[in-house]
Antibody, heavy 124, light 109 residues
Framework: QVTLRESGPALVKPTQTLTLTCTFS??????????VSWIRQPPGKALEWLAL???????YYSTSLKTRLTISKDTSKNQVVLTMTNMDPVDTATYYC????????????????WGQGTLVTVSS | DIQMTQSPSSLSASVGDRVTITCQAS??????LNWYQQKPGKAPKLLIY???NLETGVPSRFSGSGSGTDFTFTISSLQPEDIATYYC???????????FGGGTKVEIK
């Protein structure tokens, strides 16, 4: 079955760089149409899409955060890594990774499996 | 970027009631609209994709409709286990971008 799990530091200091890893199983990111996306959710607030990487190593970012984000994949390890630079207390949130499977190029960007999320607190 | 306006932000209804949530896009998004359920402390769960398609295994009391800029999510008969926050999510294809609505918290009266 498909599973995803986020890992990374629970606490980072302001101005530091955050590195999060999404380790997944049950699918391969080398399969045509497969994508992994990152989404975050500040405490008590709405979901916010951050970034997406697809099987062809194409990368897409939130317009508002693209200067701070980098997404990459290691297909052999079944991992996707997200880095976010210059962390600020407003970046305190639960960070989720999720799968998108576009079996057909006409298919949409649908987050069908999610990890449990990892809470990252930004504080000095 | 496309903006998604979801309403209401919260609602309280009785068990068995029909519950309706709306999502409005700032421009035409065809049927590129998904709905998720998020229970407290849990990850979101996909319920409806492409505006009206029920995800496998999701109870039939959940439904979605709409196209263009106006979309509706309905719970035909609210159950205690439906207490959650519901989010709409739109996507652009070229380039891929995803946007969530602000969420609707559903409570039992």
């Amino acid at each position: 079955q498909v599973t995803l799990r986020e890992s990374g530091p629970a606490l980072v200091k302001p101005t530091q760089t955050l590195t999060l890893t999404c380790t997944f199983s049950g699918f391969s990111l080398s399969t045509s149409g497969m994508c992994v996306s990152w989404i975050r959710q500040p405490p008590g607030k709405a979901l916010e899409w951050l970034a997406l990487i697809d099987w062809d190593d194409d990368k897409y970012y939130s317009t508002s955060l693209k200067t701070r984000l980098t997404i990459s994949k290691d297909t052999s390890k079944n991992q996707v890594v997200l880095t976010m630079t210059n962390m600020d207390p407003v970046d305190t949130a639960t960070y989720y990774c999720a799968r998108i499977h576009r079996a057909d190029p006409r298919d949409g960007y649908i987050l069908d499996y999610w990890g449990q999320g990892t809470l990252v607190t930004v504080s000095s | 970027d496309i903006q998604m306006t979801q309403s209401p932000s919260s609602l309280s209804a009785s068990v068995g009631d029909r519950v309706t949530i709306t999502c409005q896009a700032s421009q035409d998004i065809s049927n590129y609209l998904n709905w998720y359920q998020q229970k407290p402390g849990k990850a979101p769960k996909l319920l409806i994709y492409d505006a009206s398609n029920l995800e496998t295994g999701v109870p039939s009391r959940f439904s979605g409709s709409g196209s263009g800029t106006d979309f509706t999510f309905t719970i035909s008969s609210l159950q205690p286990e439906d207490i959650a926050t519901y989010y709409c999510q739109q996507y652009d294809n070229l380039p891929p971008r995803l946007t969530f609505g602000g969420g609707t918290k559903v409570e039992i009266k």
